[in-house]
């Protein structure tokens, strides 16, 4: 008895046929290029009797830091306000609770680009009373250029590879079949790429003189990229 033919496809062969041999292989690349953009994050502190002396003194402080961070112009790419607090410090000793003082803190965000600047605006913010800094943390954009030279060195690097195998054959490469990134099937995100080591400036007195500018070596990224290709290659004389 003749089995009907079916209408579902079938699957293609993974391994390729004999006629036309399938070649797999991965290719990655790994670059270190120099930063692009450097974040720091500044908290501004406050404290007072009562909360609307708190909050009186800490939106002075916001807008002196403010003020500061804005005269850099096209230096600073980006400036954000983020989380925003006042809360009571409640005393220790004795019944009942008693609000001893209150205690305000607003925290900014800003990306620079230039690097100068940088390190001139970070000793600034540090030398504010009751301002801390956090950062840098360096790092690429995301439509940088490196992203795309990686890609494309692991496209390169795969090729050259399923050509060497070919030519191990004593053959050569016929056709693409296949180029796809690392976990693309699986529609996983990208992890993100490693930022810069976090260094810190703890709360600071005003001192009478400028400090001068604090001395940054930008921290190299590194940028890593990887892709799985398959291809056919001529039938080898075995």
């Not at 804005?70 to 410090?89: N, Q």
Request: proline share 8%; no cysteine; hydrophobic share 40%.
């Amino acid at each position: 008895m003749t089995t009907p033919p079916s209408d579902t496809p079938q699957p293609a062969v993974p391994y390729g046929t004999p006629d036309a041999p399938r070649i797999a292989v991965r290719g990655e690349a790994r670059l270190e290029v120099d930063p692009e953009i450097a974040r720091i994050g500044i908290t501004v502190a406050s404290r007072g009797k009562d909360r609307r002396a708190a909050l009186d003194d800490l939106t002075r402080r916001n807008t002196t830091a403010l003020d500061l961070i804005k005269t850099y112009g096209d230096a600073v790419e980006r400036l954000e306000t983020g989380a925003f607090s006042i809360s009571p410090e409640l005393k220790d000793k004795g019944r009942g609770e008693r609000i001893h003082a209150y205690h305000g803190r607003v925290h900014l965000t800003a990306e620079l680009t230039d690097f100068t600047a940088l390190g001139e605006l970070t000793t600034r913010l540090a030398d504010l009373d009751l301002t801390r800094v956090d950062g840098p943390w360096w790092a690429l954009r995301p439509n940088s250029p490196a992203h795309r030279e990686a890609r494309q060195q692991a496209v390169k690097e795969a090729v050259q590879r399923a050509r060497e195998y070919a030519e191990a054959l004593g053959t050569s490469l016929a056709a693409l079949v296949e180029l796809a990134d690392i976990g693309a099937e699986d529609a996983q995100p990208y992890p993100q790429a490693p930022g810069g080591r976090m260094r810190s400036m703890a709360y600071g007195a005003a001192a009478e003189d400028t400090a001068p500018a604090l001395d940054l070596e930008p921290q190299r990224q590194r940028v890593y990229a990887a892709v799985n290709a398959r291809f056919t290659m001529a039938p080898p004389q075995l």
